[in-house]
Structure formats: C-alpha cells, structure tokens
Nanobody
Framework: QLVESGGQLVQAGGSLRLSCTAS??????VGWFREAPGKDREFVSA????????VYADSAAGRFVISGDSAKNSVYLQMNRLTPEDTAMYYC??????????????????WGQGTQVTVSS
C-alpha cells in the first residue's frame, strides 16, 4: 500500500513537498505521476532505490527534486517554482522489479490514491 500526502493549494511561485510512504518494501523504484483534468496521466519523476539514481520529466527538471528514505520506505517530491500548469492529482507508484524505462506507467505494480496539488495564479 502506498499513501501520498502533502498536496494542497499554493500560489504560483511557491513550493510544496509531497510524501509517499509504502507499508512495506517499496521494490525497485518509486515514481511520481500526475493527472490533470482532461489530460492523460504523465510521468513526473522516479527514484531507483539501489544507487539512488533519479529521472525527471522535462517539465520537472530543474524545479522538482525527488529523494528517498529507505528506512522509512518513503519517497519525497520537493516541488519548487510551481505554476498553474502543475495543478493535478499527484500519484506515487512502486515497481517491484527492474524496468528499463521508468516513465512507463503501465510497468508499475502498486499505486497510491493520490494527493491534489492546486496552484493558483
């Protein structure tokens, strides 16, 4: 089970830190995805537990930072310089085994319920 938290209403230019906690071993990697009304779900960022490598979507690179605490089975997404285009439901997901493309949402095995991020202009 994955549980997200940290989403809220924030003004443009502000920051938020999302958290994702797994009830047990979180597997090979944890990713963050988002889905805005009327749009397809899109990849945001992912963290590989072993080695700590990370991947970012172009829209997140330079503004968002993903990090993890393996002792707490938790992954965090620090989001800075938020814009209204970042408004979406944010989901974390875990993939148990190696995959070569962390941006493919269909590869992930477990999903959280999501946390809403709303950025006002």
């Amino acid at each position: 089970q994955l549980v997200e938290s940290g989403g809220q209403l924030v003004q443009a230019g502000g920051s938020l830190r999302l958290s994702c906690t797994a009830s047990r071993y979180a597997g090979y990697a944890v990713g963050w995805f988002r889905e805005a009304p009327g749009k397809d779900r899109e990849f945001v960022s992912a963290l590989v537990w072993s080695g700590g490598s990370s991947v970012y979507a172009d829209s997140a690179a330079g503004r968002f930072v993903i990090s993890g605490d393996s002792a707490k089975n938790s992954v965090y997404l620090q989001m800075n310089r938020l814009t209204p285009e970042d408004t979406a439901m944010y989901y974390c997901a875990a993939v148990m085994q190696y995959i070569d493309d962390l941006q493919r949402d269909y590869e992930y095995n477990f999903w959280g319920q999501g946390t809403q991020v709303t950025v006002s202009s």
